[in-house]
């Protein structure tokens, strides 16, 4: 399990809110869906993108039924 990269204080809060701490986690999500967590805007996405990038991995396409 890969960890996620360092990002700004509020983005890692809102990310543990959501019991999201591995970039295997987090491909399970849309974009769209970790863009909406409070705390995670435009430049913490970039960050995310690309470290599940440079791990073969990518945001999912479709939403989660909750």
Same mark, same amino acid.
């Given at each position: 399990?890969?960890?996620?990269?360092?990002?700004?204080?509020?983005?890692?809060?809102? !990310?543990?809110?959501?019991?999201?701490?591995?970039? /295997? @986690?987090?491909?399970?999500? $849309?974009?769209? +869906?970790?863009?909406?967590?409070?705390?995670?805007?435009?430049?913490? !996405?970039?960050?995310?993108?690309?470290?599940?990038? /440079? @791990?073969?991995?990518?945001? $999912?396409?479709? +939403?989660?039924?909750?």
């Amino acid at each position: 399990m890969t960890p996620l990269p360092k990002c700004s204080a509020p983005a890692e809060r809102a !990310l543990q809110a959501a019991y999201i701490d591995t970039l /295997e @986690q987090l491909a399970t999500y $849309t974009k769209q +869906e970790i863009a909406a967590l409070h705390g995670v805007g435009p430049s913490v !996405l970039l960050v995310l993108e690309s470290a599940l990038h /440079e @791990q073969g991995l990518r945001f $999912t396409d479709s +939403e989660k039924n909750s």
